[in-house]
């Protein structure tokens, strides 16, 4: 679970097998544990997991005890930290937990495990014309080049501060495009954990 430097203002740490050790439930608020008493078992560890990886991640940027570092969601659930300049982001995906701070400004990141079985109408509609040239990759590689692609545009989306809301299958990806820019939002595709696709993409300042 290395530190990973993105850029000067941009850090992330990604948790793979999240199952094979205890989330660390003691800097998880009170509200936390209320929200996580009415989930399954498996959901409340991804929650656990991804709320005390951010904490301890922020903790370590700021140099603050992680129980004290204040996690609120927005009214699209978003996760931000109140009353500062940083910016946060979580995303979950089977087996993967992974977790951003920019230090100012917005950020998003997103990871995404290559699906075993593609959906085609998805992929049509995230890639556009470079559908029919993903599908005939073939398996196991269309599935990665679409999880890449679909990272991309979630973590846009996230930084955008708009999941879902804000459409990401209209983001532009080429499938061999490292990074890019979307109107104001640059991101990258990260290679850390491949064949999943980890993506972080951030607005301005």
Known sequence: ???VKVDPMVFIRVLPRPERE???ETVLSREERARGAGMPPHRWREF????SLLRHLVAELTEVDPRRVPIRLDARGAPYIPDGDLGVSL???GRHTAVAVRLTGPVGIDVQEPPPVLNERLVRRCCGAQAADLLALGQPD???AFARVWAVQEAVAKALRLGLAGAP???PVRLDQPRGVWHDISW???PQVEPVALAVAT???
């Not at 656990?48 to 709320?51: E, I, K, P, S, V």
Request: charged share 20%; net charge positive.
């Open 1 to 3: 679970m290395t530190l």
């Open 22 to 24: 205890e989330p660390d």
């Open 48 to 51: 656990a997991h991804g709320r």
């Open 91 to 93: 995303s979950h995906s």
């Open 142 to 144: 269309a599935a990665t």
């Open 169 to 171: 299958w209209r983001i």
């Open 188 to 190: 990258r595709s990260l």
């Open 203 to 205: 607005g301005p300042l």
